[in-house]
């Protein structure tokens, strides 16, 4: 299957393919509301605002599989989201990102970009390394996202280019997509 296969449902309840978006340069994100890494919202809301008129597409797919860090409902995440970080780009509803339960976008993304590890030479890739290796080392088995916030770089042609990990800042991705756009 191609990405263009694939479909979500937004937080209105809608049904999107991803077909909507060729042409485009995508950027698909699992994400929580009480996670470490939600600052992120606000970082993945200044890349649309300065690229979505380019042809960039942000998608936040909330995932509530690490610790319970979003528990919410749809309307509440999206209310969250817009009060604390003015996100304006599409949110879905929540779904499960890694394991059997995968939703299949999720698992096609893993299959097209697998698990590299994290940057060990970066504070927070120590860290998260650390964490899950203490805490919770079955998730670093496999290629499956390992925590929120891990990022998929999609290409006009729908390619996956590139897997971040959830210690990449998207200010860090910059440069990706201006090559692509």
Not at 46 to 74: I, M, R, S, W
Not at 86 to 108: C, H, I, N
Not at 113 to 130: C, L, V
Not at 148 to 160: E, I, P, R, W
Request: net charge negative; charged share 30%.
């Amino acid at each position: 299957m191609k990405i263009y296969e694939y479909s979500y449902t937004n937080a209105d309840d809608e049904q999107v393919s991803l077909s909507d978006y060729k042409g485009k340069v995508m950027l698909l994100v699992n994400t929580a509301s009480k996670c470490g890494f939600t600052p992120q919202y606000e970082g993945l809301e200044a890349l649309y605002q300065a690229y979505h008129n380019k042809g960039l597409e942000v998608v936040g797919f909330p995932c509530n599989q690490f610790l319970d860090q979003e528990p919410g409902t749809a309307e509440e995440i999206r209310s969250f989201c817009q009060l604390n970080y003015g996100v304006s780009f599409e949110l879905s509803q929540k779904l499960e990102v890694r394991g059997e339960t995968a939703d299949p976008l999720f698992k096609y993304l893993t299959s097209k970009r697998p698990f590299e590890g994290y940057d060990m030479t970066t504070e927070g890739g120590k860290k998260m390394q650390g964490f899950l290796s203490e805490k919770l080392p079955h998730l670093l088995e496999g290629d499956d996202i390992k925590w929120n916030f891990t990022k998929f770089l999609v290409s006009k042609d729908g390619a996956v280019i590139k897997r971040y990990e959830s210690t990449v800042d998207p200010k860090e991705m910059i440069k990706d997509i201006e090559a692509l756009l």
